[in-house]
């Protein structure tokens, strides 16, 4: 492990089995999944392995964004960043201007800034703790006309797992609609992470007007993970 700052209260780097966690022991066996740097001193809450995404998923996701994205728009805000895996992903891609990272939770912001040092990318990144909703209205507004937005957002625990077809409805804390509704009055260029199961008709509905929005499904091993929604004009060729 390396650096010599310890974690804070609540922030953990395992390094043996058999102090995590029994409910978080699967994520620790698939640490370099999520994180291929994990041994030079990724921070994360127990809480936090359970949203990463897994790092080549989310390289795949940066690329394509970038490739897809208008080239006017040279800012990227993650609205939940959480402990940092997408938001690593979009500054190493390279593409963007600027990348700010939103999250609410101080303890998951600092495993993410830390992870960012990590990375060697925390130059690239402007940070804000708080409300993703009130951070983009108050904070960020100047910066709608340059923007894409990427969500990753809770998907409201484990049932999400078990249904053939998701409920888009039901996700929580927060719904489609809601989150859907919140994003576009900032931009219409809106990236959302969500289930592999999600309800296709739904999100298909969401959509304001007739242009369709592409939707992805990010695979490791031959298995989906999640899916990505692109609302707005992303050109994929």
């Known amino acids: 492990m390396s650096g010599e700052e310890d974690p804070p209260l609540d922030v953990h780097h395992y390094e043996h089995r058999g102090k995590v966690p029994w409910d978080i022991q699967n994520y620790w066996s698939q640490r370099y999944d999520l994180f291929s740097k994990y041994d030079d001193g990724v921070w994360l809450t127990d809480d936090a392995w359970f949203g990463v ?17 208008p080239p006017e728009r040279k800012i990227l805000v993650d609205a939940f960043a959480g402990a940092g895996g997408n938001t690593i992903a979009f500054a190493l891609s390279g ?10 939770n101080p303890a998951v912001l600092r495993c993410a800034q830390h992870n960012a040092e990590v990375y060697g990318v925390s130059d690239k990144i402007t940070w804000f703790l708080g409300d993703c909703f ?25 049932g999400y797992r ?6 888009l409805r039901t996700m929580e ?3 489609l ?7 576009s009055m900032f931009t219409p260029h809106v990236v959302l992470y969500l289930p592999r199961t999600s309800d296709l008709n739904q999100l298909a509905r969401t959509v304001k ?3 369709p929005a592409p939707v992805m499904h990010y695979c490791m091993r031959g298995a989906s993970k999640a899916l990505c929604i692109f609302y707005g004009n ?4």
Do not use: C, M, N
């Not at 995404?53 to 994205?69: L, N, S, Y």
């Not at 593409?95 to 609410?104: C, D, F, Q």
């Not at 983009?136 to 484990?158: E, H, M, N, R």
């Not at 078990?162 to 409920?167: E, G, L």
């Open 53 to 69: 995404t897994p790092e080549p998923v989310a390289t795949k996701i940066a690329d394509d964004i970038a490739r897809a994205a």
């Open 134 to 158: 009130d951070v983009i209205k108050s904070q960020l507004k100047d910066l709608a006309p340059y923007s894409v937005l990427f969500a990753s957002p809770p998907w409201g625990g484990p």
């Open 234 to 237: 992303f050109q994929f060729s």
């Open 173 to 175: 804390p927060y719904s």
């Open 209 to 211: 007007g007739d242009r």
């Open 162 to 167: 078990s249904a053939s077809v998701f409920d």
């Open 95 to 104: 593409h963007w201007k600027r990348v700010y990272a939103i999250e609410k």
């Open 177 to 183: 609609t809601t989150l859907y509704t919140e994003y």
